[in-house]
């Protein structure tokens, strides 16, 4: 156990998803994947391996009991989805979508779950999704459930949101005015990526876009960042209007167009509402040591890991010292999201993957 | 997602009744990261050897139960019938005289709505042998 700043170690299983897809581990195998990991918890998705989702029965509750047992594993948050879009022509009420909500706490809670991910509108900010999601106002009425089922409503500030964007805080202040503590904040280190991932590049390219443009767009995002300054697109822009671009490329370039299925194009600055803003690192990082003692949860988010051992993308050891000076206690689960984007290229290893993740989380930790 | 895997090979053949060919079946698996109710299913089209199968003529197998495809789509289709995550929907073609046996070019379009992305449409093409 790893007693640093009260900072414990799990694995998300949706790090096995494809494991689990192409049926080489059922539950049990991702939960001993995590386990000999070395996590101390995990975060599970009802909708992805409990197959018997949305009814959760006894007996599946007691097995999962039992594993949790048999592999020494802490149950540490279930993810809540919102399914507004659930026909072709009508959307599920607010009423509607408000019991769903109740469903995820109350299957949390069977569970053990202490924490829900709650879907939230602006998960991964203004835009993108076509319909309303869990809005502030629906997670107001979610609090007498969290409270009477003691499960913590985790908004995951997934980029190309922040701790500290001002979207999080309606739903901060109902909690707040309502005297219910049961919305907090959950990090997530896809805030944090300073330049395009080598396993984006190879999604990518795979879809038609150039190597060499993509690795030219990660040098200079990588270039800027261990300069100490942020990468501004429009400084390098002339550089690639140079360069033969395809289609793809193009597309891939252009500021106002997110490419789904990809992290955030354009890290190093943060794409926001079809805009973008520099990033100023340091402050990024004095804003997570700030918020750490806040924090409820924390998802140690990765694509790629180098010849090094470290995270491609992100500056791992940085973001650690601010969760440790900061004070934060509790989980910070590995979520591994480079499968979806290696697995066209064949058979991603997803647990080498998440093996070398929690080498080096624990060596951060102990640092 | 899983665009490449979405179409199987598992279990492409004929189905019979009393002796006859009545249809063939194939089986697909969801192109998202987790199961999702059959209702957020925008769209499953085939088409065999260029040719578009019926939607009027197929039906959906998974988890016990079977419903004609077309129901699917419909307004108020029960919520709680999911597509499990990784398994097999196994999607029927009534076809009297089924299919020759052998391989054929099978190309399958996937629609799936998830809420907090839009829609997602996957397209796999594939030769698969039929028994």
């Known amino acids: ?367 | 997602m899983y665009d490449p895997y979405i179409l199987t090979d598992v279990g492409c053949r004929n189905v019979w009744a009393a002796g006859k060919k009545e249809g063939y079946a194939v089986n697909i698996t969801i192109n998202y990261y987790r199961g999702l109710p059959m209702s957020c299913v925008d769209e499953i089209t085939l088409w065999v050897d260029g040719e578009r199968a019926a939607p009027e003529t197929m039906v959906l197998q998974h988890a016990g139960k079977e419903v004609p495809y077309l129901d699917i789509l419909k307004d108020d289709f029960p919520t709680d019938f999911y597509w499990v995550y990784g398994e097999h929907l196994r999607v029927v073609i009534k076809k009297p005289g089924g299919i020759a046996q052998g391989v054929h070019k099978v190309r399958l379009q996937l629609g799936t709505r998830r809420s907090y992305t839009p829609t997602m449409v996957s397209v796999c093409e594939k030769d698969l042998i039929f028994a």
């Open chain 1, 1 to 367: 156990m790893y007693k640093q700043g009260g900072i414990k170690l799990g694995v998300s299983l949706y790090s096995y998803q494809d494991n689990f897809y192409f049926h080489r581990h059922d539950l049990e195998g991702c939960m001993a994947a995590a386990a000999g990991a070395g996590a101390e918890g995990i975060e599970v998705f009802a909708d992805t391996m409990m197959p018997e989702w949305p009814y959760i029965s006894d007996a599946f509750t007691d097995k999962w009991y039992g594993l949790l047992y048999r592999y020494g594993l802490e149950p540490v948050c279930l993810d809540h989805f919102s399914d507004r879009a659930m026909w072709k022509n009508k959307q599920l009420t607010d009423d509607e979508l408000y019991e769903r909500g109740v469903l995820y706490i109350k299957t949390a809670h069977k569970l053990g779950c202490k924490n829900l991910r709650v879907l939230h509108h602006e998960h991964i900010g203004l835009g993108i999704s076509p319909y309303r999601l869990t809005d502030a106002k629906l997670v107001e009425r979610l609090l007498p459930a969290a409270r009477e089922y003691d499960v913590m409503l985790a908004l995951e500030c997934h980029a190309p949101t922040t701790i500290d964007d001002p979207v999080h805080e309606a739903y901060l202040e109902a909690a707040e005015r309502r005297n219910i503590p049961y919305v907090g904040l959950q990090a997530d280190f896809s805030s944090y990526e300073y330049c395009v991932s080598t396993a984006d590049i190879e999604l990518c390219v795979h879809n038609g876009c150039s190597r060499g443009v993509l690795e030219r767009l990660r040098t200079l995002q990588r270039d800027a960042y261990f300069e100490g300054r942020p990468f501004v697109f429009d400084e390098v822009k002339r550089e690639f209007d140079k360069m033969p671009l395809n289609d793809c490329d193009r597309a891939y370039l252009d500021m106002s167009i997110p490419v789904y299925g990809t992290s955030m194009k354009y890290m190093g600055v943060t794409q926001y509402n079809g805009g973008y803003r520099p990033t100023d690192w340091t402050q990024m990082y004095k804003t997570l040591k700030d918020y750490a003692s806040k924090l409820v949860y924390v998802h140690g988010k990765f694509y790629d890991i180098d010849e090094n051992g470290q995270v491609d993308n992100m500056d791992y050891p940085k973001i650690f010292d601010a969760l440790k000076s900061g004070g934060y206690k509790g989980y910070i689960c590995s979520e591994f999201e480079g499968n979806r984007r290696l697995n066209v290229k064949g058979w991603c290893d997803e647990i080498t993957y998440v093996n070398k993740h929690h080498k080096l989380m624990r060596k951060c930790l102990e640092a």
